[in-house]
């Protein structure tokens, strides 16, 4: 079974703060993803990543960076954090690429920014 | 850019009786279609995978796409009050683009 684990699962910070997001998958798979999910707008897609060392923005990249130091690891980050990224973060690896891929979500980590 | 539009945003359903939840999409030239479920506080799964028009079945699951009508459903039968979750509808356009519809709050009462 396909194993995406995300941590923190629980992170409150102060506006301006910086947060680091963390994703790890087991699955070997080359594409990674980060989304958040808000009440109303559903899951919205934040970067990606086609394997180490690439990062691509997704739909609402402003206000985040992410990070694909390896295969196994992809980091959201939040360089100045604002209460309106306030959210439920989603991480998830991607099986195949192209029309046919299939995703596979860790667990999710709520963040609150006061 | 593709629109995907659930409905209904909530559903209650006894246990064993059908659930049907509807997805519309903007575009019907997408790819391929999912299902995924989502418990609370938990990540998503995926249910059901369509590609064609016509009916595909996992289990209990079960999707119907037309897409000349931009419209693609699940079916839950039996639902279990272990089903109550929230279900997201996904579109697939291509490489990276994945759509997801706001999601369908579905309760299972036994």
């Known amino acids: 079974e396909a194993a995406v684990t995300q941590s923190p699962r629980n992170k409150v910070a102060v506006t301006g703060g910086k947060v680091t997001l963390s994703c790890n998958q087991t699955?070997?798979?080359?594409?990674m993803y980060w989304y958040r999910q808000d009440t109303g707008h559903g899951l919205r897609l934040i970067h990606y990543?086609?394997?180490?060392?690439?990062?691509e923005k997704g739909d609402i990249p402003d206000g985040y960076k992410a990070s694909r130091p390896s295969q196994e690891n992809f980091s959201l980050i939040l360089e100045l954090a604002t209460p309106s990224q306030t959210s439920v973060y989603f991480c998830?690896?991607?099986?195949?690429?192209?029309?046919?891929?299939?995703?596979?979500f860790g667990h999710g980590t709520k963040l609150s920014v006061l | 850019q593709q629109k995907v539009q659930q409905s209904p945003e909530s559903l209650t359903v006894s246990e064993g009786a059908m659930a049907s939840l509807n997805c519309t999409f903007s575009?019907?030239?997408?790819?391929?279609f999912r299902w995924y479920r989502q418990h609370s506080g938990k990540g998503l799964e995926v249910l059901v995978s369509?590609?064609?028009?016509g009916e595909k079945e996992e289990g209990r699951f079960t999707a119907h796409l037309n897409r000349a009508s931009l419209h693609v459903s699940l079916h839950i039968r039996e639902p279990q009050p272990s089903d109550s979750a929230v279900y997201l509808c996904?579109?697939?356009?291509?490489?990276?683009?994945?759509?997801f519809g706001k999601g369908t709050s579905l309760t299972v009462i036994p």
């Open positions: 699955n070997n798979h080359n594409n």
């Open positions: 575009d019907g030239t997408s790819d391929n």
């Open positions: 998830a690896s991607g099986d195949t690429g192209g029309c046919n891929e299939r995703l596979f």
């Open positions: 996904a579109i697939n356009t291509g490489y990276q683009n994945f759509y």
């Open positions: 990543s086609y394997g180490a060392g690439s990062t």
């Open positions: 369509i590609f064609s028009d």
